[in-house]
Structure formats: structure tokens, C-alpha cells
């Protein structure tokens, strides 16, 4: 049986081209990079002198010098151990974040605009609690907005 829309059916499939290669936001890229080396510059050459008790006392650096009770290399190691397990908790948690948006991510979305919308409908109701109207009135006006959406 032939139908009308037989002739646009077709089992044969012209090569598709490649997508061409190209860089995107460049300037991004270098602004990152260029953002990333100024605060290891900044980290390293202000950061390590209070870290070891070597920053001179008329220097114009924040005050991060350890308590007085603990010797400066303690405070240094258990610095640098805090923020060693602060990195790989926050590496551990983006990677199972990443994942859980892989698989649900559209479950997440949809469990997501009803959180937000949940906790407008109780900011509006904290606000106007607290006796706040216009932060109630701006509250309202979001929580209105999701809801359309």
C-alpha cells in the first residue's frame, strides 16, 4: 500500500557535514585564567608570610595570624588540612551533584520550581507576619510569577 508521503520517506541518508570547531567566549576563557592567577599570586605572596610568621609587622596585610596559644606551624598544618578536606568534599559533592543531573534531571527541575515555590509562599507569610508589607507585596509578586510558570 503506497500513501501520499511515500516519495519524502527515504532509506537513503545524505552524509551529514561535521559541526565546525570553533572557540566560544575566548575572552571569558582568558578572564577566568587571568582571575585564577591573581589570586594564586595574591594566596601565595600574601598568604604564605602570615602562614609562617614571616610577614613583616608594618605590612598592609589583613591580620591572620594565629592564636597566640598555638605555635604558627600547627596553625599552618591544620589550615592546610581544613581546606585539603574542604577541596575533596566539595569535589566529591559537584561530582554526585553532576550526576544526579544527568539522570533526573528533569525530576529535579520540576522538584526544584516547587521548593522555590513553597518557600516564597512562606516568605510572603513571614513578611507580613513580621509586619514587612512591602517585602510581603515583593514575596507575593514572585510567588505568583513561578506559579504561572
Request: proline share 5%; hydrophobic share 50%; with cysteine.
Amino acid at each position: 500500500m503506497h500513501t501520499k508521503y511515500e516519495p519524502q520517506i527515504s532509506s537513503h541518508h545524505a552524509p551529514q557535514k561535521e559541526p565546525e570547531k570553533k572557540w566560544n567566549d575566548i575572552w571569558a576563557s582568558l578572564l577566568f585564567v587571568g582571575h585564577f592567577g591573581l589570586i594564586g599570586y595574591l594566596a601565595f605572596s600574601l598568604g604564605l608570610p602570615e602562614i609562617d610568621g614571616t610577614a613583616s609587622e608594618g605590612a598592609a596585610t589583613p591580620d591572620f595570624s594565629p592564636p597566640a596559644v598555638t605555635p604558627v606551624s600547627e596553625f599552618a598544618g591544620e589550615m592546610i588540612g581544613g581546606m585539603c578536606m574542604a577541596m575533596g568534599l566539595g569535589i566529591g559533592l559537584s561530582l554526585v551533584y553532576v550526576k544526579v543531573c544527568i539522570t533526573l534531571g528533569k525530576d529535579l527541575i520540576h522538584v526544584s520550581t516547587k521548593f522555590f515555590i513553597a518557600l516564597m509562599a512562606l516568605l510572603t507569610v513571614v513578611n507580613l507576619a513580621m509586619g514587612n508589607v512591602v517585602g510581603g507585596i515583593i514575596c507575593l509578586i514572585i510567588l505568583a510569577i513561578n506559579c504561572c510558570w
